[in-house]
């Protein structure tokens, strides 16, 4: 289909008419990346160009303002043949390096993470609440920016191509992967083990669309063998606790999930996040721990590490139920998510000093928001 015409972009985006792809926007582009020595990526945008998808990407471009992760050309070396010469493939990869959006100051924001939503939405690969793409998380520690759950993929040099933002990175992005996946290569096989222990949960994590999952780690679950031991033999109350791990139906990243909200668990019991000097914490019921590592992303949904298992035994299944209501209705209404996810909320509570769901005053004082952040980065110890 050469006119690629669009009601809207995707839940979640400005609606946009893009009109057909623009030869002389796309030669030009072209020629840009190959002179920045982009040349894999230049070769990949006139490929993708025979797929529909490949096509509304390009047709998109000139309409606003996008960054793009630009990978080197070396990082082309790193892709399998088979997805190097499917170009259906890489128009799906392509699109999870492009977010509609300035984030050409988002650097600022370090070394916090940095959440933006990519144009990624192939609902083979992508099933968040409401249809809405998948999102990049990135941060910098050190001066060096990185993407996170990426293998070493670093952001190099930003330059400006006329309302396009090119970050050069050093990796073929890949899309973030289903959640047993996310589980095996995070370390986090015991808090695996206990989900499957539960009969038809694994199915229903695997088909929810949207949820945020605080995942104990390893060394958590053996901490707890005792507490869990005594009701294992009880399905009703192990689903009850697992699911006070759960907010089904929203991705709570970690911008959001910090600035103190109160959720509803999948359980049905309230679940609220906090942070002070000593870092952030989530609570379910009466149960707390302390969130070790932030914004683990899987295809339909987003993993936080916890230090302790929430041992919540209560349960409510109408306020489930009508939590997972209005976090439904809510992911459908559109709004314009074309910038750092957070952001404007947080600049807003840094203004206004508001207080967090525990009333405790939240200091949004650069240094105490950055110490309550770096403690999502398993790697920046500050304390
Ligand atoms: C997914 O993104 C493509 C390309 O931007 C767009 O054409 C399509 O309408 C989107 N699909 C949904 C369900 O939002
Ligand atoms: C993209 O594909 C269309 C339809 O095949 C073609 O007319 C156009 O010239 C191509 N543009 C580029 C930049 O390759
Ligand atoms: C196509 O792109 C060129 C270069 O950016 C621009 O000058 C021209 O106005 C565009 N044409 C259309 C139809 O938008
Ligand atoms: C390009 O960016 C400029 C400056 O931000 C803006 O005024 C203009 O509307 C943008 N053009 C498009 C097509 O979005
Ligand atoms: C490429 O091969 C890998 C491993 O065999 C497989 O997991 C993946 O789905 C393939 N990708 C495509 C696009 O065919
Ligand atoms: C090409 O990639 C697409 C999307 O990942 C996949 O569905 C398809 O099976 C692949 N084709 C081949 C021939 O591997
Ligand atoms: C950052 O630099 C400090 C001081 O040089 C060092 O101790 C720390 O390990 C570094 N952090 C990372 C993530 O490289
Ligand atoms: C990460 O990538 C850089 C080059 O981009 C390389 O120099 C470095 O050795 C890599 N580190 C690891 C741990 O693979
Ligand atoms: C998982 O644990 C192994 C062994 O302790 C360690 O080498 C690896 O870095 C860990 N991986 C992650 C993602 O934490
Ligand atoms: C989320 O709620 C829906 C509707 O009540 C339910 O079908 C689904 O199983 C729930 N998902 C989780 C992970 O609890
Ligand atoms: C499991 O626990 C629930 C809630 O405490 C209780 O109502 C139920 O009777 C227990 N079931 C068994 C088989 O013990
Ligand atoms: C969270 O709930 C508590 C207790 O109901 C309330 O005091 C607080 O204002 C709520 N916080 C937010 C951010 O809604």
Sequence with gaps: MRTAVLASLALGFVPTVYSAVNDTYVAALSKALSSAGLTQLAAVAAKVNSTTLGQELLAALPTGQFAVFAPNDDAFKGVPANVSSNVTALAEILSYHILPGNFAAAAAMSPS???????????????????????????????????????????????????????????????????????????????????GSVSGLPQTLASTHGYTLFAPTDAAVMASQDTLKSIMSNQ???????????INGTSAYSPILMQGH??????????????????????????????????????????????????????????????????????????????????????????????????????????????????????????
């Excluded at 009703?236 to 759960?246: G, Y």
């Excluded at 509570?349 to 770096?374: D, E, I, R």
């Design 262 to 383: 109160n959720y509803t668990t999948a359980a049905g019991e309230p679940l609220t996040t906090t942070f002070n000097s000593s870092g952030a914490y989530v609570m379910s019921g009466t149960a707390m721990a302390k969130i070790v590592r932030t914004d683990i992303l899987a295809s339909n949904g987003v993993v936080h590490v916890i230090d302790a298992v929430l041992a919540d035994l209560e349960s409510n299944a109408g306020a489930a139920s009508s939590a997972y209501m209005s976090a439904s209705s809510a992911a459908t209404v559109a709004s314009t998510q074309t910038g750092p996810l957070g952001a404007s909320a947080i600049a807003t509570a840094a203004s206004s000093g508001k207080k967090n769901s525990a009333g405790m005053a939240v200091h949004f004082q650069p240094a105490a928001l950055v110490l309550a952040l770096a403690v999502g980065f398993g790697a920046v110890v500050l304390v």
């Design 113 to 195: 993470v940095t959440i933006g939503r990519t144009m990624l939405n192939d609902s083979s690969l992508v099933m968040l609440e409401g249809g809405k793409s998948q999102v990049l998380v990135w941060t910098s520690t050190n001066g060096t920016t990185s993407v996170l759950g990426q293998s070493n993929i670093t952001v190099g040099e930003s330059m400006p191509y006329e309302n396009l933002t090119l970050h050069v990175i050093t990796g073929v992005l890949v899309p973030p992967a289903p959640l047993v996946d996310v589980l095996t290569s995070n370390n986090l096989t015991a808090a695996l083990g206990v989900v």
């Design 236 to 246: 009703t109350l192990l689903l009850s606790v697992l699911q006070n791990h759960v």
